[in-house]
T-cell receptor, first 114, second 107 residues
Framework: DAMVIQNPRYQVTQFGKPVTLSCSQT?????MYWYQQKSSQAPKLLFH???????NEADTPDNFQSRRPNTSFCFLDIRSPGLGDAAMYLC?????????????FGPGTRLTVT | AQRVTQPEKLLSVFKGAPVELKCNYS??????LFWYVQYSRQRLQLLLR??SRESIKGFTADLNKGETSFHLKKPFAQEEDSAMYYC?????????FGAGTRLFVKA
């Protein structure tokens, strides 16, 4: 089945220790998104890629970076995680050539910062 | 400013009762509205979109541009409908999510 896959599902890192979360997709969608979701809150868009074009949200901290080496993969790098970065991180894909901008989500990676 | 408001954090109804999850939006243009659902331990997934005017799992939602609303309705709630529901506003490649409403259907 075509899908969005996130690895790992659970990640524990230490305060200040860089961490990378990964996302892959078999949908061949040209848009990929990273969201941060804290408990009982709406998903908050961090950035998205339209093909290779990176689009950062204005309020996304510099601590968060992303890479998209090819259509299928996208990475979220947190350079120096703080306790406030503990959250669920959701990857999603979308297809700009479709009739609507619906998104397809991965299962998420829950990040714990100790 | 683009905004999605879901006024209820929690909605609790009995099985078989009608349910309405409220959503209001603010958008200068032609909005594209969605409802996403997240069942326990499952990924966030699209439930329905306004342009399709479809009924999914018995749920419907009508876009009311005059009231800037996109309420989600189901005439007879079922226990398996218990989940977190997010109203979302699509504009360009970006989607703005509401804070979500947790629906709890009691037996």
């Amino acid at each position: 089945d075509a899908m969005v896959i996130q690895n790992p599902r659970y990640q524990v890192t230490q305060f200040g220790k860089p961490v990378t979360l990964s996302c892959s997709q078999t949908l061949n969608h040209n848009v990929m998104y990273w969201y941060q979701q804290k408990s009982s809150q709406a998903p908050k868009l961090l950035f998205h890629y339209y093909d290779k074009d990176f689009n950062n949200e204005a309020d996304t901290p510099d601590n968060f970076q992303s890479r998209r080496p090819n259509t299928s993969f996208c990475f979220l790098d947190i350079r120096s995680p703080g306790l406030g970065d503990a959250a669920m991180y959701l990857c999603a894909t979308g297809y700009s050539g479709g009739t609507s901008y619906e998104q397809y989500f991965g299962p998420g990676t829950r990040l714990t910062v100790t | 400013a683009q905004r999605v408001t879901q006024p209820e954090k929690l909605l609790s109804v009995f099985k078989g009762a009608p349910v309405e999850l409220k959503c209001n939006y603010s958008y200068s243009g032609s909005p594209e509205l969605f409802w996403y659902v997240q069942y326990s331990r499952q990924r966030l997934q699209l439930l329905l979109r306004h342009i399709s005017r479809e009924s999914i799992k018995g749920f419907t939602a009508d876009l009311n541009k005059g009231e800037t609303s996109f309420h989600l309705k189901k005439p007879f709630a079922q226990e398996e409908d218990s989940a977190m529901y997010y109203c979302a506003l699509g504009g360009g490649f970006k989607t703005i999510f509401g804070a979500g409403t947790r629906l709890f259907v009691k037996a």
